[in-house]
Protein backbone atom coordinates (compact mmCIF):
# COMPACT_ATOMS: atom_id res chain seq x y z
CA UNK A 1 0.00 0.00 0.00
CA UNK A 2 3.03 1.98 0.22
CA UNK A 3 6.55 2.22 0.31
CA UNK A 4 8.97 -0.49 -1.06
CA UNK A 5 9.67 -3.20 0.63
CA UNK A 6 13.32 -3.47 -0.84
CA UNK A 7 14.35 -0.86 2.02
CA UNK A 8 13.03 -3.04 4.85
CA UNK A 9 15.35 -5.18 6.39
CA UNK A 10 14.47 -9.12 7.21
CA UNK A 11 12.89 -8.31 10.34
CA UNK A 12 13.76 -10.79 12.91
CA UNK A 13 10.48 -12.68 14.85
CA UNK A 14 10.53 -15.49 16.67
CA UNK A 15 8.41 -18.11 15.16
CA UNK A 16 4.72 -18.66 17.11
CA UNK A 17 4.90 -21.87 19.93
CA UNK A 18 1.52 -21.55 20.20
CA UNK A 19 -1.75 -20.59 17.94
CA UNK A 20 -3.64 -17.20 18.52
CA UNK A 21 -6.57 -17.25 20.52
CA UNK A 22 -10.07 -17.08 18.31
CA UNK A 23 -12.34 -14.34 18.53
CA UNK A 24 -15.64 -15.18 20.22
CA UNK A 25 -18.06 -16.88 17.48
CA UNK A 26 -20.47 -15.26 15.56
CA UNK A 27 -18.81 -11.45 16.02
CA UNK A 28 -20.81 -9.64 13.91
CA UNK A 29 -19.44 -7.23 11.61
CA UNK A 30 -19.37 -3.98 12.63
CA UNK A 31 -21.37 -1.16 11.22
CA UNK A 32 -19.10 1.90 10.94
CA UNK A 33 -15.03 0.31 10.80
CA UNK A 34 -11.45 1.54 11.71
CA UNK A 35 -9.48 -0.92 9.73
CA UNK A 36 -5.90 -0.26 10.21
CA UNK A 37 -3.40 -2.11 8.27
CA UNK A 38 -0.24 -3.38 10.44
CA UNK A 39 2.59 -4.45 8.09
CA UNK A 40 4.95 -7.29 8.72
CA UNK A 41 8.04 -4.66 9.51
CA UNK A 42 5.94 -2.87 12.61
CA UNK A 43 5.19 -6.28 14.15
CA UNK A 44 7.96 -5.61 17.22
CA UNK A 45 5.06 -2.89 17.89
CA UNK A 46 2.07 -4.17 18.26
CA UNK A 47 1.70 -3.89 21.86
CA UNK A 48 1.32 -0.31 21.11
CA UNK A 49 -1.30 -0.56 18.68
CA UNK A 50 -4.85 1.15 19.70
CA UNK A 51 -6.79 -2.00 19.36
CA UNK A 52 -9.19 -0.59 21.17
CA UNK A 53 -9.66 2.08 18.87
CA UNK A 54 -9.86 -0.07 16.06
CA UNK A 55 -12.51 -2.38 14.51
CA UNK A 56 -10.70 -4.34 11.89
CA UNK A 57 -6.53 -5.38 11.66
CA UNK A 58 -5.18 -6.67 8.58
CA UNK A 59 -2.16 -8.28 8.73
CA UNK A 60 0.23 -7.34 5.55
CA UNK A 61 0.61 -9.67 4.43
CA UNK A 62 1.49 -12.94 2.12
CA UNK A 63 1.86 -12.92 -1.87
CA UNK A 64 -0.01 -15.02 -4.17
CA UNK A 65 1.62 -17.15 -7.40
CA UNK A 66 0.28 -16.81 -10.21
CA UNK A 67 -0.88 -20.49 -10.13
CA UNK A 68 -2.75 -19.77 -7.10
CA UNK A 69 -0.89 -20.57 -4.21
CA UNK A 70 0.90 -18.90 -1.46
CA UNK A 71 4.34 -17.85 -1.86
CA UNK A 72 5.71 -19.67 1.66
CA UNK A 73 9.00 -17.70 2.10
CA UNK A 74 10.07 -13.66 2.34
CA UNK A 75 9.35 -11.18 5.58
CA UNK A 76 5.44 -11.19 4.98
CA UNK A 77 6.16 -15.01 5.42
CA UNK A 78 7.72 -14.89 8.53
CA UNK A 79 5.45 -12.04 9.89
CA UNK A 80 2.86 -14.71 9.76
CA UNK A 81 4.90 -17.25 10.97
CA UNK A 82 5.77 -15.11 14.21
CA UNK A 83 5.03 -14.91 17.68
CA UNK A 84 4.54 -11.51 17.33
CA UNK A 85 1.27 -12.15 15.12
CA UNK A 86 -0.13 -14.96 17.00
CA UNK A 87 -0.36 -12.58 20.20
CA UNK A 88 -1.35 -9.38 17.78
CA UNK A 89 -4.21 -11.92 16.98
CA UNK A 90 -5.10 -12.99 20.60
CA UNK A 91 -4.98 -9.22 21.55
CA UNK A 92 -6.92 -7.66 19.14
CA UNK A 93 -9.15 -10.51 19.44
CA UNK A 94 -9.38 -9.85 23.51
CA UNK A 95 -10.62 -6.26 21.86
CA UNK A 96 -13.46 -7.56 20.40
CA UNK A 97 -11.48 -6.87 16.73
CA UNK A 98 -11.91 -9.08 13.67
CA UNK A 99 -8.46 -9.88 12.02
CA UNK A 100 -8.03 -10.05 8.29
CA UNK A 101 -4.99 -11.93 6.51
CA UNK A 102 -4.08 -9.48 3.17
CA UNK A 103 -3.22 -11.59 0.31
CA UNK A 104 -1.03 -9.48 -2.10
CA UNK A 105 -0.56 -9.16 -5.74
CA UNK A 106 1.51 -6.62 -7.71
CA UNK A 107 3.22 -8.32 -10.45
CA UNK A 108 1.19 -7.66 -13.84
CA UNK A 109 1.83 -11.08 -15.89
CA UNK A 110 1.15 -13.00 -12.35
CA UNK A 111 -2.40 -10.83 -12.01
CA UNK A 112 -3.24 -11.22 -16.21
CA UNK A 113 -2.55 -14.69 -15.69
CA UNK A 114 -4.92 -15.49 -12.19
CA UNK A 115 -8.05 -12.89 -13.80
CA UNK A 116 -8.01 -14.86 -17.41
CA UNK A 117 -8.11 -18.59 -15.92
CA UNK A 118 -10.16 -18.24 -13.15
CA UNK A 119 -11.49 -21.40 -13.02
CA UNK A 120 -8.28 -23.20 -12.96
CA UNK A 121 -6.76 -21.08 -9.94
CA UNK A 122 -9.24 -20.00 -7.99
CA UNK A 123 -10.52 -23.02 -6.23
CA UNK A 124 -6.68 -23.69 -5.33
CA UNK A 125 -6.51 -19.53 -4.10
CA UNK A 126 -9.70 -20.75 -2.25
CA UNK A 127 -8.32 -23.71 -0.59
CA UNK A 128 -4.02 -22.00 0.10
CA UNK A 129 -6.51 -18.97 1.87
CA UNK A 130 -8.56 -21.03 3.47
CA UNK A 131 -5.99 -23.16 5.16
CA UNK A 132 -3.66 -19.72 6.10
CA UNK A 133 -6.97 -18.02 7.81
CA UNK A 134 -7.83 -21.46 9.39
CA UNK A 135 -4.28 -22.00 11.00
CA UNK A 136 -3.73 -18.53 12.36
CA UNK A 137 -7.41 -17.77 13.33
CA UNK A 138 -8.18 -15.20 11.12
CA UNK A 139 -11.89 -13.67 10.39
CA UNK A 140 -11.27 -13.52 6.93
CA UNK A 141 -9.01 -12.42 3.97
CA UNK A 142 -8.29 -8.58 2.73
CA UNK A 143 -7.36 -8.66 -1.21
CA UNK A 144 -4.75 -6.22 -2.17
CA UNK A 145 -3.95 -7.07 -6.06
CA UNK A 146 -2.95 -4.13 -7.88
CA UNK A 147 -3.79 -3.68 -11.49
CA UNK A 148 -3.13 -1.75 -14.32
CA UNK A 149 -5.12 -0.74 -17.42
CA UNK A 150 -8.52 -1.99 -18.13
CA UNK A 151 -7.82 -5.19 -19.92
CA UNK A 152 -8.12 -7.80 -16.97
CA UNK A 153 -11.57 -5.72 -15.49
CA UNK A 154 -14.01 -7.88 -15.82
CA UNK A 155 -11.58 -11.49 -15.30
CA UNK A 156 -10.93 -9.17 -11.97
CA UNK A 157 -14.45 -9.35 -10.85
CA UNK A 158 -14.95 -12.84 -11.87
CA UNK A 159 -11.61 -13.96 -9.74
CA UNK A 160 -13.11 -12.21 -6.40
CA UNK A 161 -16.39 -13.13 -6.83
CA UNK A 162 -15.13 -16.85 -7.25
CA UNK A 163 -12.70 -16.34 -4.18
CA UNK A 164 -15.62 -14.51 -1.84
CA UNK A 165 -18.07 -17.19 -3.12
CA UNK A 166 -15.30 -20.22 -2.11
CA UNK A 167 -14.51 -18.76 1.31
CA UNK A 168 -18.00 -17.71 2.22
CA UNK A 169 -19.03 -21.58 1.30
CA UNK A 170 -16.02 -22.48 3.99
CA UNK A 171 -17.24 -20.34 6.69
CA UNK A 172 -19.89 -17.42 5.93
CA UNK A 173 -18.68 -15.21 9.40
CA UNK A 174 -15.62 -14.64 7.09
CA UNK A 175 -14.82 -11.22 6.12
CA UNK A 176 -13.91 -10.29 2.39
CA UNK A 177 -12.38 -7.40 1.37
CA UNK A 178 -10.72 -5.99 -1.75
CA UNK A 179 -8.27 -2.75 -2.18
CA UNK A 180 -9.02 0.14 -4.73
CA UNK A 181 -7.49 3.08 -5.75
CA UNK A 182 -8.83 6.73 -4.80
CA UNK A 183 -9.91 7.08 -8.30
CA UNK A 184 -11.43 3.90 -9.19
CA UNK A 185 -14.79 4.75 -8.95
CA UNK A 186 -14.31 7.70 -12.16
CA UNK A 187 -12.43 5.65 -13.95
CA UNK A 188 -14.39 3.37 -16.28
CA UNK A 189 -11.16 2.02 -18.18
CA UNK A 190 -9.60 0.75 -15.03
CA UNK A 191 -8.61 -2.39 -12.88
CA UNK A 192 -11.31 -1.84 -10.81
CA UNK A 193 -15.17 -2.18 -11.71
CA UNK A 194 -15.97 -0.64 -7.96
CA UNK A 195 -19.94 -1.31 -8.36
CA UNK A 196 -19.69 -4.62 -9.41
CA UNK A 197 -16.56 -5.36 -6.41
CA UNK A 198 -18.91 -3.83 -3.53
CA UNK A 199 -21.99 -5.94 -4.83
CA UNK A 200 -19.41 -8.76 -4.18
CA UNK A 201 -17.55 -7.90 -0.92
CA UNK A 202 -18.02 -6.80 2.36
CA UNK A 203 -16.22 -3.58 1.81
CA UNK A 204 -13.55 -2.25 0.04
CA UNK A 205 -10.56 -0.03 1.30
CA UNK A 206 -9.90 3.21 -0.75
CA UNK A 207 -6.25 3.69 -0.90
CA UNK A 208 -6.92 7.59 -1.05
CA UNK A 209 -3.17 8.69 -0.56
CA UNK A 210 -0.21 9.36 -2.49
CA UNK A 211 -1.93 11.85 -4.75
CA UNK A 212 1.04 14.48 -4.08
CA UNK A 213 3.01 15.87 -7.13
CA UNK A 214 6.35 14.83 -7.07
CA UNK A 215 7.40 17.96 -8.80
CA UNK A 216 5.92 20.46 -6.03
CA UNK A 217 6.01 19.76 -2.46
CA UNK A 218 2.56 18.92 -1.54
CA UNK A 219 0.01 16.86 0.61
CA UNK A 220 -0.18 13.05 -0.06
CA UNK A 221 -4.01 13.45 0.85
CA UNK A 222 -4.98 16.59 0.33
CA UNK A 223 -8.36 16.84 1.71
CA UNK A 224 -9.13 19.73 -0.69
CA UNK A 225 -7.42 21.37 -3.81
CA UNK A 226 -4.90 19.94 -5.63
CA UNK A 227 -5.69 17.42 -8.80
CA UNK A 228 -7.00 15.26 -6.92
CA UNK A 229 -8.38 14.78 -3.23
CA UNK A 230 -10.33 12.92 -0.39
CA UNK A 231 -13.44 15.27 -0.23
CA UNK A 232 -13.07 14.28 -4.51
CA UNK A 233 -12.84 10.50 -3.72
CA UNK A 234 -15.44 10.06 -1.22
CA UNK A 235 -18.00 12.13 -3.10
CA UNK A 236 -17.38 9.95 -6.39
CA UNK A 237 -17.26 6.63 -4.26
CA UNK A 238 -20.43 7.02 -2.25
CA UNK A 239 -22.06 8.00 -5.79
CA UNK A 240 -21.77 4.65 -7.46
CA UNK A 241 -21.43 1.87 -4.30
CA UNK A 242 -23.31 1.41 -1.22
CA UNK A 243 -21.20 4.23 0.91
CA UNK A 244 -21.87 1.70 3.91
CA UNK A 245 -19.30 -0.47 2.24
CA UNK A 246 -16.51 2.34 1.74
CA UNK A 247 -13.75 2.67 3.99
CA UNK A 248 -11.40 5.63 3.14
CA UNK A 249 -7.94 5.14 3.75
CA UNK A 250 -5.38 7.98 5.24
CA UNK A 251 -1.67 7.65 5.54
CA UNK A 252 0.26 7.81 8.49
CA UNK A 253 3.28 8.90 6.45
CA UNK A 254 4.21 11.93 4.78
CA UNK A 255 6.82 12.72 2.23
CA UNK A 256 10.02 15.40 2.31
CA UNK A 257 11.16 17.14 -0.38
CA UNK A 258 14.73 19.43 -0.77
CA UNK A 259 13.38 23.12 -1.42
CA UNK A 260 14.53 26.23 -2.66
CA UNK A 261 13.59 28.03 0.41
CA UNK A 262 11.23 27.60 3.44
CA UNK A 263 8.29 29.12 2.34
CA UNK A 264 4.95 28.04 1.40
CA UNK A 265 5.38 27.39 -2.78
CA UNK A 266 9.16 27.22 -2.99
CA UNK A 267 10.20 25.17 -5.46
CA UNK A 268 11.55 21.44 -4.83
CA UNK A 269 14.94 20.66 -5.72
CA UNK A 270 15.06 16.89 -5.86
CA UNK A 271 12.84 13.98 -5.58
CA UNK A 272 10.68 13.35 -2.24
CA UNK A 273 11.41 10.41 0.43
CA UNK A 274 8.87 9.00 2.42
CA UNK A 275 9.07 9.08 6.44
CA UNK A 276 6.58 7.77 8.81
CA UNK A 277 5.01 9.93 11.04
CA UNK A 278 6.72 8.79 13.85
CA UNK A 279 9.50 10.36 11.72
CA UNK A 280 8.56 13.45 11.00
CA UNK A 281 7.53 14.04 14.58
CA UNK A 282 11.11 13.02 15.82
CA UNK A 283 12.82 15.95 14.16
CA UNK A 284 11.25 18.28 16.38
CA UNK A 285 10.41 21.15 13.59
CA UNK A 286 7.67 23.60 14.05
CA UNK A 287 3.85 22.20 12.61
CA UNK A 288 2.48 24.55 9.60
CA UNK A 289 -0.70 24.62 7.86
CA UNK A 290 -1.67 25.03 4.69
CA UNK A 291 -5.58 25.85 4.54
CA UNK A 292 -5.42 25.37 0.74
CA UNK A 293 -5.22 21.77 1.12
CA UNK A 294 -6.50 20.97 4.91
CA UNK A 295 -2.64 19.77 5.28
CA UNK A 296 -0.33 20.19 7.90
CA UNK A 297 3.66 20.41 6.50
CA UNK A 298 6.90 22.00 8.16
CA UNK A 299 10.28 23.36 6.58
CA UNK A 300 13.82 23.21 7.97
CA UNK A 301 17.18 23.80 7.03
CA UNK A 302 20.11 21.27 7.79
CA UNK A 303 23.16 23.13 6.81
CA UNK A 304 22.36 25.00 4.00
CA UNK A 305 19.69 22.82 2.57
CA UNK A 306 16.31 23.64 2.83
CA UNK A 307 13.38 20.95 3.67
CA UNK A 308 9.65 20.71 3.13
CA UNK A 309 7.70 17.68 4.68
CA UNK A 310 3.73 17.23 3.92
CA UNK A 311 2.50 14.97 6.48
CA UNK A 312 -1.06 14.07 7.82
CA UNK A 313 -2.14 15.17 11.71
CA UNK A 314 -4.66 14.43 14.48
CA UNK A 315 -6.42 17.75 12.85
CA UNK A 316 -6.18 16.93 9.35
CA UNK A 317 -6.96 13.14 10.16
CA UNK A 318 -9.90 14.49 12.16
CA UNK A 319 -11.27 16.65 9.18
CA UNK A 320 -10.91 13.64 7.05
CA UNK A 321 -13.30 11.49 9.82
CA UNK A 322 -15.50 14.43 9.00
CA UNK A 323 -15.79 14.14 4.94
CA UNK A 324 -16.14 10.19 5.49
CA UNK A 325 -19.37 10.85 8.08
CA UNK A 326 -20.81 13.86 5.50
CA UNK A 327 -20.97 11.46 2.85
CA UNK A 328 -22.11 7.92 4.74
CA UNK A 329 -18.94 6.47 4.15
CA UNK A 330 -18.55 2.89 6.43
CA UNK A 331 -15.58 3.89 7.87
CA UNK A 332 -11.43 4.88 8.23
CA UNK A 333 -8.99 3.31 7.03
CA UNK A 334 -5.17 3.02 8.30
CA UNK A 335 -1.65 2.49 6.04
CA UNK A 336 -0.53 1.95 8.71
CA UNK A 337 -0.30 1.07 12.20
CA UNK A 338 2.78 1.62 14.01
CA UNK A 339 4.50 4.35 11.23
CA UNK A 340 2.95 6.79 13.92
CA UNK A 341 4.92 5.52 16.64
CA UNK A 342 1.50 4.18 18.49
CA UNK A 343 0.49 7.93 19.11
CA UNK A 344 -3.15 7.62 20.79
CA UNK A 345 -4.09 10.90 19.12
CA UNK A 346 -3.77 10.01 15.66
CA UNK A 347 -6.28 7.04 15.35
CA UNK A 348 -8.62 9.26 18.40
CA UNK A 349 -8.44 11.61 15.43
CA UNK A 350 -10.36 9.40 13.38
CA UNK A 351 -12.34 8.22 16.15
CA UNK A 352 -14.05 11.94 16.07
CA UNK A 353 -11.29 13.00 19.51
CA UNK A 354 -11.37 16.06 16.79
CA UNK A 355 -7.92 18.50 18.88
CA UNK A 356 -9.20 22.14 18.63
CA UNK A 357 -8.64 23.80 15.80
CA UNK A 358 -6.56 26.96 17.28
CA UNK A 359 -3.46 28.46 16.86
CA UNK A 360 -2.74 26.90 13.12
CA UNK A 361 -0.85 29.18 11.56
CA UNK A 362 -3.03 29.41 8.43
CA UNK A 363 -2.37 32.56 6.72
CA UNK A 364 -4.65 34.08 3.68
CA UNK A 365 -5.68 31.43 1.22
CA UNK A 366 -3.27 31.92 -1.56
CA UNK A 367 -0.58 33.73 0.11
CA UNK A 368 1.57 33.20 3.18
CA UNK A 369 2.98 36.27 4.82
CA UNK A 370 5.22 35.85 7.91
CA UNK A 371 8.02 37.49 9.81
CA UNK A 372 10.80 35.25 10.10
CA UNK A 373 14.50 35.73 11.90
CA UNK A 374 17.92 34.63 10.42
CA UNK A 375 17.63 30.88 9.59
CA UNK A 376 18.57 28.43 11.87
CA UNK A 377 20.84 25.72 11.39
CA UNK A 378 18.05 23.08 12.18
CA UNK A 379 14.26 24.19 12.09
CA UNK A 380 13.01 26.85 10.34
CA UNK A 381 11.30 29.39 12.91
CA UNK A 382 8.77 29.89 9.92
CA UNK A 383 7.40 29.39 6.59
CA UNK A 384 9.82 32.42 5.39
CA UNK A 385 13.85 33.13 5.52
CA UNK A 386 15.94 36.12 6.12
CA UNK A 387 18.61 35.61 3.95
CA UNK A 388 20.06 38.77 5.66
CA UNK A 389 21.02 40.22 9.07
CA UNK A 390 19.04 38.64 11.83
CA UNK A 391 16.43 41.16 12.45
CA UNK A 392 12.77 39.92 11.41
CA UNK A 393 12.03 40.96 8.03
CA UNK A 394 8.14 39.87 6.36
CA UNK A 395 8.26 37.99 3.38
CA UNK A 396 4.95 37.29 1.25
CA UNK A 397 5.02 34.86 -1.59
CA UNK A 398 1.44 34.33 -3.65
CA UNK A 399 0.67 30.91 -4.76
CA UNK A 400 -1.29 30.64 -8.44
CA UNK A 401 -4.87 30.18 -7.73
CA UNK A 402 -4.45 28.32 -11.19
CA UNK A 403 -1.76 25.83 -10.67
CA UNK A 404 -3.18 22.13 -10.94
CA UNK A 405 -1.75 18.90 -9.54
CA UNK A 406 -1.17 17.04 -12.95
CA UNK A 407 -0.51 13.72 -13.11
CA UNK A 408 1.54 11.88 -15.65
CA UNK A 409 0.28 9.04 -17.83
CA UNK A 410 -0.07 5.23 -16.23
CA UNK A 411 2.91 4.13 -16.43
CA UNK A 412 5.54 6.93 -17.44
CA UNK A 413 6.61 7.42 -13.73
CA UNK A 414 6.11 10.44 -11.43
CA UNK A 415 2.86 10.00 -9.87
CA UNK A 416 1.86 6.55 -11.86
CA UNK A 417 -1.18 8.15 -12.55
CA UNK A 418 -3.58 6.96 -15.46
CA UNK A 419 -4.42 10.20 -17.16
CA UNK A 420 -2.07 13.54 -17.38
CA UNK A 421 -5.36 15.21 -17.34
CA UNK A 422 -6.64 17.17 -14.09
CA UNK A 423 -10.00 17.68 -12.83
CA UNK A 424 -12.11 20.92 -13.98
CA UNK A 425 -12.25 22.95 -10.68
CA UNK A 426 -16.09 23.21 -10.71
CA UNK A 427 -15.61 19.03 -9.06
CA UNK A 428 -12.70 20.29 -6.87
CA UNK A 429 -14.92 21.68 -3.64
CA UNK A 430 -13.41 24.09 -1.20
CA UNK A 431 -13.40 23.49 2.44
CA UNK A 432 -10.69 24.88 4.20
CA UNK A 433 -12.04 23.63 7.61
CA UNK A 434 -14.51 22.08 9.34
CA UNK A 435 -17.43 23.40 7.08
CA UNK A 436 -19.47 20.35 5.84
CA UNK A 437 -22.23 22.62 3.91
CA UNK A 438 -18.68 23.62 1.71
CA UNK A 439 -18.79 19.73 0.47
CA UNK A 440 -20.84 19.00 -2.52
CA UNK A 441 -24.55 18.67 -1.78
CA UNK A 442 -26.42 15.62 -1.60
CA UNK A 443 -29.61 14.99 -4.13
CA UNK A 444 -32.34 12.56 -3.97
CA UNK A 445 -32.31 9.47 -6.11
CA UNK A 446 -35.37 7.86 -7.39
CA UNK A 447 -34.95 5.38 -4.70
CA UNK A 448 -35.72 7.76 -2.10
CA UNK A 449 -32.24 7.71 -0.84
CA UNK A 450 -29.61 10.69 -1.71
CA UNK A 451 -26.25 10.45 -2.97
CA UNK A 452 -23.44 13.01 -3.43
CA UNK A 453 -24.22 15.56 -6.28
CA UNK A 454 -20.39 15.07 -8.25
CA UNK A 455 -19.77 17.30 -11.24
CA UNK A 456 -19.40 15.26 -14.65
CA UNK A 457 -15.53 15.06 -14.94
CA UNK A 458 -15.88 14.50 -18.73
CA UNK A 459 -13.19 12.47 -18.61
CA UNK A 460 -10.81 14.39 -17.35
CA UNK A 461 -10.35 12.69 -14.03
CA UNK A 462 -6.81 12.23 -13.63
CA UNK A 463 -7.37 8.16 -12.78
CA UNK A 464 -4.91 7.82 -10.14
CA UNK A 465 -4.02 4.17 -9.92
CA UNK A 466 -2.58 2.43 -6.88
CA UNK A 467 0.85 3.96 -5.70
CA UNK A 468 2.87 2.10 -3.96
CA UNK A 469 6.23 2.52 -5.08
CA UNK A 470 7.74 4.71 -7.90
CA UNK A 471 9.69 5.18 -10.87
CA UNK A 472 12.34 7.52 -11.81
CA UNK A 473 12.13 9.19 -8.28
CA UNK A 474 8.29 9.30 -8.06
CA UNK A 475 6.33 8.91 -4.78
CA UNK A 476 5.58 5.61 -3.24
CA UNK A 477 2.45 6.16 -4.54
CA UNK A 478 3.59 6.05 -7.74
CA UNK A 479 4.03 3.63 -10.31
CA UNK A 480 5.84 0.70 -8.86
CA UNK A 481 7.46 -0.41 -5.77
CA UNK A 482 5.99 -0.02 -2.65
CA UNK A 483 5.44 -1.37 1.22
CA UNK A 484 3.48 -4.58 0.39
CA UNK A 485 5.72 -6.64 -1.69
CA UNK A 486 9.52 -7.73 -1.73
CA UNK A 487 10.82 -5.57 -4.88
CA UNK A 488 12.49 -7.01 -7.80
CA UNK A 489 17.01 -6.95 -8.09
CA UNK A 490 18.73 -7.13 -11.06
CA UNK A 491 18.29 -10.99 -11.25
CA UNK A 492 15.06 -11.11 -11.57
CA UNK A 493 14.82 -12.31 -7.74
CA UNK A 494 12.76 -10.05 -5.03
CA UNK A 495 14.29 -9.44 -2.36
CA UNK A 496 13.23 -11.87 -0.17
CA UNK A 497 14.30 -15.03 -2.23
CA UNK A 498 10.84 -15.64 -3.88
CA UNK A 499 10.78 -16.14 -7.54
CA UNK A 500 9.97 -12.81 -8.87
CA UNK A 501 6.99 -14.41 -11.22
CA UNK A 502 5.16 -14.14 -7.92
CA UNK A 503 2.12 -11.69 -7.55
CA UNK A 504 4.73 -9.80 -4.94
CA UNK A 505 7.31 -8.93 -7.53
CA UNK A 506 8.49 -5.40 -7.96
CA UNK A 507 5.41 -3.84 -6.57
CA UNK A 508 4.17 -3.01 -2.96
CA UNK A 509 1.07 -1.54 -1.42
CA UNK A 510 -0.44 1.38 -3.54
CA UNK A 511 -2.13 4.15 -2.75
CA UNK A 512 -4.33 6.91 -4.64
CA UNK A 513 -1.70 8.67 -6.12
CA UNK A 514 -0.64 5.88 -8.80
CA UNK A 515 -0.64 2.36 -10.15
CA UNK A 516 2.37 -0.04 -9.47
CA UNK A 517 4.26 -0.92 -12.86
CA UNK A 518 6.65 -3.12 -14.02
CA UNK A 519 10.45 -1.97 -14.08
CA UNK A 520 10.85 0.33 -11.83
CA UNK A 521 12.64 0.96 -8.59
CA UNK A 522 11.72 1.72 -5.12
CA UNK A 523 12.06 4.74 -2.78
CA UNK A 524 13.31 4.50 0.50
CA UNK A 525 10.36 3.04 3.27
CA UNK A 526 10.54 3.13 6.71
CA UNK A 527 12.89 1.61 8.99
CA UNK A 528 11.36 -1.66 10.96
CA UNK A 529 10.63 0.35 14.08
CA UNK A 530 10.04 3.77 12.72
Known amino acids: MLQALES ?3 VALPPASAPPAPLPPAAPLPSHQVFGFAPYWTLPLWSGYDLHGLTTVAYFGVNVNPNGTIAEGGSGWNGYQSQDLANLITAAHGAGDRVLLSAECFSQSALAYLTSNVAAVAPRLVS ?5 IEAKRFDGVNLDFEGLGGAHRAGFVSLVAALTSGLRAIDPNWQVSVD ?10 GFFDVPALASIVDEIFVMAYDMQNNAVPSPTAPLVGGGYNDTVVAASYAAVAPASKVILGVPFYGYKWPTSGAVLGASA ?11 IMAGGHPTYWDPRTASAWTSYQSGKQWY ?8 S ?13 GGMGIWALGMDGNVAAMVKALLGGAPPMKDLLFGPPLSVSRVSAAPSTTAAPGPTPSSGSPSPTTTTTTINPARRLT ?3 EGSGGNGAKSSSTLPSSTVPTIPSRQPSRLPPLVSTSSGGSRPLV ?5 SSPGCGGGGGSSSGSSAGGSSTSAGSSGTDSSGTDSSGTDSSSCSSGSGKSGSGGSPASGSTGLPGFPATP
Open 128 to 132: SLAAA
Open 8 to 10: HPL
Open 407 to 409: RPP
Open 455 to 459: SDTSG
Open 308 to 315: QVYFDNPT
Open 317 to 329: LALKADVAAHYGL
Open 269 to 279: TGPPTPQSYAQ
Open 180 to 189: TYGSSATDPS
